[in-house]
């Protein structure tokens, strides 16, 4: 099983600044098949970012991601307020789909 | 739109069974591989089980492996979760998703809660 580890566990920002959120993969990961979701509270994830880079419909351009091999990254450029929220990274490559433990991003 | 609604969540002692059910609509339902995602009481989520679009091919978590049963009717556009011999640890949210490799996870339902709990 590819175990994902996100990092930090919990982001403190305040509006407007700059985000990194890392994930980092036991072992490699086709960047084909590598996700992050968005999770408010008393609501599903949703989908920000598949393939490590591309936005998924209706994502704005804020939301950036990269990474490959087994360090990925979602970048959020200015900090929105509606963009305080827990984040997951996910590997679909295997058939054993994996999530990392999820970065709380709150407010400073 | 793709609408996809869980049901079937409720209370259950430890030992006993639950069938959830996905009810699908929107979408071609058995062009897609479909998926339950479940999330314990404030942790993060954990992928349970998947199965293609004809049904005849299905993956499960460890966690699950002998004792849930991932099936689908596609002429009733609804995918099913049969759970057995269910445990404490199995208390979660479960969603049922829709994607595939190419475009990731973006269609979730809002879920259906089970407790396991004497």
């Known amino acids: 099983e590819i175990v994902l580890t996100q990092s930090p566990g919990t982001l403190s920002l305040s509006p407007g600044e700059r985000a990194t959120l890392s994930c980092r993969a036991s072992q490699s990961v086709s960047s084909s098949y590598f996700a992050w979701y968005q999770q408010k509270p008393g609501q599903a994830p949703r989908l920000l970012i598949y393939?490590?880079?591309s936005r998924a419909t209706g994502i704005p351009d804020r939301f950036s991601g990269s990474g490959s091999g087994t360090d990925f990254t979602l970048t959020i450029s200015r900090l929105e307020p509606e963009d305080f929220a827990v984040y997951y990274c996910q590997q679909y490559d295997s058939s054993a789909y994996t999530f990392g433990q999820g970065t709380k991003l709150e407010i400073k | 739109e793709v609408q996809l609604l869980e049901s079937g969540g409720g209370l259950v002692q430890p030992g006993g069974s639950l069938r959830l059910s996905c009810a699908a609509s929107g979408f071609t339902f058995r062009s897609y591989v479909m998926y339950w995602v479940r999330q314990a009481p404030g942790k993060g989520l954990e992928w349970v089980s998947t199965?293609?679009?004809?049904?005849?091919?299905?993956y499960y978590a460890d966690s699950v492996k002998g004792r849930f049963t991932i099936s689908r009717d596609n002429s009733k556009n609804t995918l099913y979760l049969q759970m057995n011999s269910l445990r404490g640890e199995d208390t979660a949210l479960y969603y049922c998703a829709k994607g595939s490799r190419d475009t990731g996870w973006p269609d979730w339902g809002q879920g259906t809660l089970v407790t396991v709990s004497s």
């Open positions: 393939g490590a880079s």
């Open positions: 199965i293609l679009g004809s049904g005849a091919t299905t």
